[in-house]
């Protein structure tokens, strides 16, 4: 066997002429694979008839496994043989076609017969495609074989958690927290000059919390590089889409229940109380709905906001309209509705809320109100004494430092819910959005990644109002909101989620939403 251009031997000048011709027509970016064949004693060789006596043949191949494809032809030479990576037929476009550096298979006692060999040491996804053996001879008989050769991912059968990746080896996928990240630039700042190399670090770290700590290989400090450590003068705590919730200090869990649960209260005094209560709906119960929030003040008055943008005060209720502010109790409590949230505040505390009369609520309590760590109890947990924008949260759900969520009576069920998505539904919360300069900063300020886990899992279990793509708008419209908070206006593209969303969802409910006077 020789590698390259086997040498032309007896070959008259015209036959050589003729030969480059052809070549050039195929291609003039590579030399080809040639071969003589030589006379025998006084008269010419016995001419014969070009034959593909091995051809290419469809395959399917592991994608990370040795790949061989491998063609032969019979008959009078000068022969010209190779093998290449059809873009047209691949592609569909009009690009060269990629010539492929080949293994020539040549005998010198049978010179009427030539093959040719690629092989690919690892497959990738790259190269899968169309494959083309072309074949020449002198006399001009031409002959060619195609094949495809199609790529089979291992990684699509994998069953990996939100942060872990997969990756193949040996022709196996497997879910890890140890898969590779470049070195590009692309700092990630999570508190003073502690800084990951890019988001990929960030995010690797981020799988492997509670398994290994942090490596060097994993992050980099570096004077200069994060800006200053922001002081954040309020903690907040929400509850969005199927159970999501962010507590105070920025940790996150899932859950699933149908029950009242005490979200936060001032321990101190018992002046301050909110309750969530949610259940479950949907076509087969597979959805949790955020019904109402229960919030008490001073311990002598009570109100709850509902789905519907619904103020129930003492026994009397009513929507809000847009643009509408409601003062209750003789100016305790203010709220406003601004488009499709509820925006309220108690004066007496500088204590805010949020809701969207769905599924979003989220408390907002200065830090100056808080004396002590503990000062607040519930499954928003405590606040810190202080906040800086850098502050990184974890999943404790899946870090099982939270395994249930008591509800107020001992009858009540939930469970705290890993964020596995385990179908097959291509969920890109990104891309709902209009990407602009205001986006970009809501991402810096608010990481969307959380979210677009949250929204995938949502949309492959839930099933309330498909047709309305409600599950994903839901943790959509959470961060649109949260970003607003934050000083941040981007829009939702229509085609992800209608501008009209909560009305229809409302009217999917038979939730009336434009009674604006008390009764």
Request: charged content about 25%; proline content about 3%.
């Amino acid at each position: 066997m020789a590698r390259g251009t086997v040498a032309l031997h007896q070959v008259t000048m015209a036959t050589m002429v003729l030969l480059s011709t052809m070549v050039l027509l195929v291609n003039s970016e590579s030399p080809t694979e040639v071969v003589d064949v030589t006379t025998d004693g006084d008269g010419p060789a016995t001419i014969v008839a070009l034959e593909m006596t091995k051809k290419l043949h469809n395959m399917e191949r592991i994608l990370g496994t040795p790949v061989t494809l491998e063609c032969s032809i019979k008959g009078t030479g000068p022969l010209n043989l190779f093998i290449y990576y059809d873009r047209i037929a691949t592609e569909q476009k009009k690009r060269p076609s990629r010539r492929l550096h080949l293994d020539t298979i040549y005998d010198p006692e049978k010179p009427d017969e030539l093959g040719a060999r690629y092989v690919i040491e690892e497959f990738k996804k790259k190269d899968a495609g169309m494959y083309r053996c072309q074949a020449w001879a002198a006399n001009g008989d031409a002959k060619s074989s195609v094949a495809e050769l199609k790529a089979i991912d291992p990684c699509d059968e994998a069953d990996c958690n939100a942060l872990e990746q997969c990756i193949i080896s040996k022709g196996y996928g497997i879910c890890t927290c140890d898969f590779p990240c470049s070195d590009d630039d692309a700092y990630v700042c999570v508190g003073g000059s502690t800084t990951f190399k890019n988001t990929c670090h960030y995010n690797r770290w981020k799988c492997r919390q509670g398994e290994a700590s942090l490596t060097e290989s994993d992050m980099e400090v570096v004077d200069g590089i994060c800006p200053d450590t922001i002081e954040r003068t309020e903690a907040s705590c929400t509850v969005y889409g199927e159970g999501h919730v962010t507590k105070f200090n920025n940790d996150y869990f899932s859950f699933r229940g149908s029950c009242s649960y005490k979200m936060a209260e001032d321990s101190r005094d018992g002046g301050f109380i909110v309750y969530t209560r949610t259940s479950a709906c949907g076509e087969n119960n597979n959805a949790n709905c955020l019904n109402a929030v229960t919030i008490y003040v001073d311990r002598v008055y009570g109100f709850s906001i509902e789905r519907g943008w619904l103020i129930n005060d003492n026994g009397r209720s009513r929507n809000i309209a847009n643009d509408e502010t409601l003062s209750l109790h003789n100016g305790l409590v203010e709220i406003t509705r601004i488009n499709k949230v509820m925006a309220g505040v108690i004066p007496s505390k500088g204590i805010k809320f949020f809701y969207d009369g769905l599924q979003y609520f989220r408390i907002s309590v200065p830090l100056e109100f808080v004396e002590n760590y503990d000062d607040f109890t519930g499954f928003c947990g405590e606040i810190p004494l202080t906040m800086t924008s850098e502050l990184v949260g974890r999943d404790i759900g899946r870090l099982g430092e939270i395994t249930s969520l008591p509800g107020l009576m001992t009858s009540c069920e939930s469970e705290i819910v890993a964020k596995d998505a385990v179908c097959l539904k291509e969920v890109n919360l990104k891309d709902a959005f209009e990407d602009n300069d205001a986006l970009e900063g809501c991402n810096e300020a608010i990481p969307i990644e959380s979210y677009y886990e949250n929204a995938l899992s949502d949309v492959c279990s839930c099933d309330i109002s498909k047709e309305e793509n409600y599950c994903f708008c839901n943790v959509a419209y959470a961060y649109l909101e949260n970003c607003r908070q934050a000083g941040y206006d981007i829009s939702i593209k229509v085609e992800y989620c209608r501008a009209n969303y909560h009305q229809r969802a409302f009217k999917a409910e038979k939730i009336y939403f434009r009674r604006y006077r008390w009764y």
